[in-house]
T-cell receptor
Framework: DAGVTQSPTHLIKTRGQQVTLRCSPK?????VSWYQQALGQGPQFIFQ???????QRGNFPDRFSGHQFPNYSSELNVNALLLGDSALYLC????????????FGQGTRLTVV | DAKTTQPNSMESNEEEPVHLPCNHS???????IHWYRQLPSQGPEYVIH???SNVNNRMASLAIAEDRKSSTLILHRATLRDAAVYYC????????????FGSGTRLSIRP
């Protein structure tokens, strides 16, 4: 079992550009959540996808958008990148079975210059 | 709003037990207490969770106060690999509930 896989592992972008990050959930999982983790802080919830729809959203601007595909994999898109978007982006997968844990990927380190 | 309170940092000696406290005084009756940890340069990792009674697994034990306003994660015999940031999280019964992280406790282990 490969667990949750994210790509790429590292990325450098320029201010104003757009970026797409990818996540493959753990086998058997159908929900995907995305988190942003700034250096020295806890992860912040961005949004959650289930059945190819955004189900919950944290306090992030519309520049952050996502998608979930029929195979449950997901993408996080960030438009008009700002320096403050530099962070570790984490993907977590789970199921709708109650009372079960989430599994996190290793993250994508995004640096905006 | 994480709604849990943890010490910023703790230190312990290798091969000794570690007790990591967490306060969650406004917890609702249906919220579970979850613990995750994040090792350096890795994503968070599930440790344990519980509702009312004490819980044990291969990684740790979770002791939940009778009034559920606090809990303690217990690592029975700390190793250097246990050095990480430990997050105490309130989470609803539904596994679709989002995980709201606080700032966690940074645990250091002395050899």
């Amino acid at each position: 079992d490969a667990g949750v896989t994210q790509s790429p592992t590292h990325l450098i972008k320029t201010r104003g550009q757009q970026v797409t990050l990818r996540c493959s959930p753990k086998s058997g999982h159908d929900t995907v959540s995305w988190y942003q983790q700034a250096l020295g802080q806890g992860p912040q919830f961005i949004f959650q996808y289930y059945e190819e729809e955004e189900r919950q959203r944290g306090n992030f601007p519309d520049r952050f958008s996502g998608h979930q595909f029929p195979n449950y994999s997901s993408e996080l898109n960030v438009n008009a990148l700002l320096l403050g978007d530099s962070a570790l982006y984490l993907c977590a997968s789970g199921t709708t079975v109650p009372n079960t844990e989430a599994f996190f990927g290793q993250g994508t380190r995004l640096t905006v210059v | 709003d994480a709604k849990t309170t943890q010490p910023n940092s703790m230190e312990s000696n290798e091969e000794e037990p570690v007790h990591l406290p967490c306060n969650h005084s406004t917890i609702s009756g249906t919220d579970y207490i979850h613990w995750y940890r994040q090792l350096p340069s890795q994503g968070p990792e599930y440790v344990i969770h519980g509702l009312t009674s004490n819980v044990n697994n291969r990684m740790a034990s979770l002791a939940i106060a009778e009034d559920r306003k606090s809990s303690t994660l217990i690592l029975h015999r700390a190793t250097l690999r246990d050095a990480a940031v430990y997050y105490c999280i309130r989470r609803g019964f539904s596994s679709a509930s989002k995980i709201i992280f606080g700032s966690g406790t940074r645990l250091s282990i002395r050899p």
